[in-house]
């Protein structure tokens, strides 16, 4: 963690100082706003967040409730979330509150007598297989409380405003401010009252029946089968072995996913209620705890549920939809998008495969420096127009593999032919549930994948994965990803060849190109801003830390910045094992041992591997969506 | 970290409901209390965390000063103080914050060029060595903080009284609250009021010009030599390719010890400022900082700093004093102690060896639980005599250990034969400056070493080393110890032998035997509070997790609790290796595979070692420092 750049800092260092329109911000809605977030879910929350980091441009976020969420409904956190949470800075407090999956097991019927069930298989869960990151289950309303931290404690210091209501927008051709929303104050002296917010840009995270997805005309398209489920958060006695253990269980009375909550007393249970008629009409939503606990016992036998106390219950029917398009621009408009979809207001499908909260929250990653960028002016206009085409097809693909997990889930055990047939498939598909496997195509922020070869471990278009290595100042084993924060900005990793620093190398010339005013940080960085205010770069010697001398290692690598001037001290890092580490990032990650550059985009996405000699390639992807900023003057951020 | 255990909690977990006292505690001063804290250093603050822990206890702490610390001096923090926060639920977010110690770096002069300091040595810090937390260094007032938001989340919702001046006190024989203070309002509407306050107990953590301490007549003795050192905090720009190290630095122009802090930029100086003349008079201390930073420059050279930022400085000699007894009670007064003295009221000594917060805060645990049982009517007032009797000593020892290094560090060049032996001293006494070294001697808290060699890893009177096992309930990987919060109570971990849960075995014996009406839980917990009110009892069994079958696991081991009568599923664990660990504690800490009964009290010292045959011994043992009952009712806690 990095702060007393500015002087010394005696509070909370987590707390940054207010910057901008964070400065002096209103208590009340605005009449105009750069971006109106519609919603204060997972997808909305993460954007305020990260909007916070951007404090030249202001931002609201409307949400219909009073206050805080009590009551979450998702619960199920893939490793690539605490790895975002790692990025806002709250993964060590959310790792420590949360249940951390180690295994799932897998009940049958037992073949003596079918009954009753027995616990068939035990696998070990991926979270801890395929990332420093575990895999957690922990209360949504709790993500949402540390991602409100976040939003408050950046310069940005973003507030939501409870208590209003989303009613309908347009968006006009003209102005500064071309989207006009309607809403409704809901709570409080001006409950009742009605307003026309102005916005730049409109964020809809409003959920399942959202609102601005019907104002902007999007189709939702997918169905509902034909099958109900039962959920319920309850706290009970009981002599089932596995009550602390993720579980698949699957009855000869029915299925039930069990998995254990934070705290060490609470679980969640998934309870099969079955198929539903066609002309059900929704009627099994009614269906009473009572009956949906009876039915729990019954998928248990021999084992029984003394249930104490229900924190949350709900009854649903499996449904799969997801938008067309993630934005309000039909494909040949022309003209750029001005409202977004994210979350559940662009798919919806069923709770069991713990992926819903994972996938807004990765919308509204992918959304944040997008909008940051642009309304900053550091970006052009363009960039927009990835954010549909990245993010549709993710929610597709989560569609898909949620439609397979959740039919395998509710057969019955007859059809089921190998009884590993379900944790085989758990295993195989970890990467997806992980949240890993998302791999975004060639585009103006994706490079092709000419030079792959140079980084084989760094897949283009797949979040950057992380590793040890050694911080050359201090000696310290330390994650490479873990300081790139959620803080917008674009990162460079060059990954030296073989001499080290103060010798001739490609390196060295890469970084004096880099430096020089021709180099693409002059060209993409206001004028009077930090050095890596928009690019910051980092170097990664094959040395051991001990034969990198940092008086040698170039200026480029360690920048003054800051009112104050003060060296940067934690850019220049070494591959090569050490007392406190065995890795070397070079071997784990495929790296070639001529060097090679890895850039990566501010929501941790690989886009481009280069070689070092490569420069004018590097200069003409950075160009695609950074713009040139040499008569710029630096604003407040 | 447990909790949904009273019913489901929506909000931040590690806010424990407010109990007792914590209920509508008055926001004033009030006239009475049963523990008056004079002073919010380390060992006060920690002290009102853990008097938090016990609602049924009304605690009050008073500071002279407006509000929180701004500035701290101490900021070196052992890995043994690690291990506290963690007990006391945030040492994950500490060590996020904080400078981690991996190298200590040793500079001497230049063989070549004796005016030029060059690298001798680099010595690999023991933080990382020698258990599983690291040595750190951040700012005491972010110490302060943490304890500071521990107190006021515990459920006596502690909060200290700031601007409240100790001016004296008057110890009487009688009356339910025999000590009557004397305070003055330094701050707000009431400054300049005098009032008495009357306490049960005052505890002294009012530093090393105590007011406490003068009050009861204890002699601080000791002396300063005469010898100064500037301390500086500074953000510099510089050559010197240490500045993120650690390191002593032994140049002709004099020494410097040089500690980088928290935040990436800021380091801590202490600068030789030489011998002091006989008559000096102290006249040294207002060396001013430009002086302080010229040495520095001249003791680093050929490197420079050039100071952008000074954060505080100051000028001390280094004094070693210590008093004679940390209580009110003369040895063969025969009346039981109501006046303690703990931290820099008692010991005082160079802050260089990083040992002072260390040492304070250790002070506070001992004396915090002591307090907490004895106003709760648990234990009995004598267990109040084994405080001085127990940190004493350990003050003692802290100085003779800072002299020896003091006089290491401020060496000449020309009086070090070997240049390695500085390093080799440093890794010697490791255990020392870590914080592992206190032992307790026998006393009623610390049985004697009689069976110590059941569990050669676990020594009788030191703190309990933590080891990874496998929490049977879910198969999760933990560290043992870091179940055991700082929340009073007494652990007893019951180590298996061979058979597994269910089939006979001494362990199941010694089960029955403590869960029957003879048993010392039953003795010594009140009528109708939780079994585990008092004494935590866990079991570890030899077997992998996967044999061991919770149906089958005595009762004693899972308790039902809080008002929903829950069943806590997290004190049985497993030592054999599993998926996720490759330790078995057994193997690790030498433990007999007969089984071993390890009795740990509520400030983690290892209490007593006892075969699980031994029962007679642990009730007489439990007997000595705990109260019988079983005709008491419970209260609020």
Request: proline share 6%; aromatic share 8%.
């Amino acid at each position: 963690m990095q702060f007393h750049h500015h002087g010394y800092v005696s509070g909370e260092p987590r707390v940054l100082e207010a910057a901008g329109t964070g400065i002096d911000r209103p208590a009340d809605l605005p009449d105009e706003t750069d971006v109106l977030i519609v919603g204060s879910g997972p997808a909305g929350m993460l954007l305020a967040a990260q909007l916070s980091q951007f404090p030249d441009v202001s931002t609201r976020l409307i949400e219909r409730r009073e206050g805080r969420l009590v009551l979450g409904q998702a619960d199920g956190i893939q490793p690539r979330s605490v790895e975002t949470f790692q990025a806002f800075g709250f993964a060590e407090r959310i790792v420590a509150e949360a249940y951390n999956i180690a295994y799932m097991n897998f009940w049958g019927p037992d073949p003596e007598n079918p009954g009753n069930i027995v616990r068939k298989t035990r696998t070990e869960d991926y979270g801890f297989k395929i990332s420093e990151f575990p895999h957690l289950i922990v209360n949504q309303a709790r993500v949402l409380d540390y991602f409100a931290e976040a939003a408050a404690h950046g310069p940005g210091r973003i507030a939501p405003d409870y208590g209003v209501e989303f009613l309908g927008l347009t968006v006009r051709d003209e102005g500064p401010y071309p989207v006009e929303v309607r809403v409704r104050h809901t709570a409080g002296d001006r409950s009742g009252e009605e307003r026309t917010i102005r916005a730049k840009y409109v964020a809809g995270c409003d959920g399942a029946r959202s609102g601005v997805r019907q104002a902007i005309g999007r189709t939702h398209s997918g169905a509902h089968a034909l099958h109900a489920w039962g959920v319920m958060d309850v706290l009970v006695n009981t002599d089932f072995p596995d009550w602390r253990i993720k579980c698949a269980i699957n009855a000869e009375a029915g299925n039930i996913l069990h998995i254990p909550r934070e705290g060490g007393y609470l679980s969640r249970m998934y309870i099969d209620l079955g198929a539903v008629a066609e002309d059900d009409d929704h009627r099994v939503r009614q269906t009473p705890i009572d009956e949906i606990i009876r039915r729990a016992n019954e998928i248990l036998h021999p084992y029984t549920i003394d249930v104490k106390q229900v924190a949350w219950h709900s009854v649903y029917e499996v449904g799969h939809r997801v938008t067309d398009k993630f934005d309000d621009v039909a494909d040949d408009s022309g003209r750029m998008p001005r409202v977004f979809l994210a979350g559940d207001a662009c798919h919806t499908h069923s709770a069991k495969a713990g992926q819903g909260m994972n996938v807004s929250m990765q919308d509204g990653f992918n959304l944040g420096w997008k909008l940051g960028h642009v309304l900053s002016g550091i970006a052009p206009e363009t960039l927009l127009d990835t954010y549909s085409a990245e993010r549709q097809p993710v929610a597709q693909q989560l569609i898909d593999f949620d439609r397979e997990w959740s039919t395998l889930m509710a057969r019955k055990p007859d059809e089921i032919s190998d009884p590993q047939d379900l944790a085989t498939y758990y295993l195989a598909t970890a990467e997806f549930p992980s949240g890993f496997m998302t791999q975004y195509g060639p585009s103006t922020i994706v490079a092709d994948a000419a030079h792959q070869a140079l980084a084989e471990g760094f897949p283009i278009g797949k979040r950057f994965k992380s590793a040890e290595v050694v911080r050359v100042c201090d000696g310290n084993a330390v994650h490479l990803g873990h300081h790139a924060k959620a803080d917008g900005r674009w990162r460079i990793y060059a990954f030296a060849d073989a001499p080290t620093a103060g010798e001739d190398s490609a390196l060295a010339s890469w970084a004096e190109w880099m430096s020089s005013d021709e180099g693409p940080l002059r060209r993409h960085t206001p004028v009077g801003a930090d050095a890596d205010a928009v690019i910051d770069v980092k170097v990664i010697y094959q040395q051991p830390f001990e034969d990198v001398d940092i008086n040698r290692v170039p200026g480029l690598f360690l920048p003054r910045t800051g009112p104050l001037g003060l060296t940067d001290w934690e850019k220049v890092y070494a591959a090569a094992p050490s007392a406190w580490t065995s890795d070397d990032v070079f071997a784990e990650r495929g790296l070639s041992r001529e060097g090679v550059v890895v850039v990566v985009r501010p929501d941790q996405y690989v886009a481009a591997v280069l070689p070092l000699s490569a420069t004018a390639e590097l200069a003409e992807f950075l160009g695609r969506s950074l713009l040139d900023q040499r008569s710029v003057p630096a604003a407040t951020a």
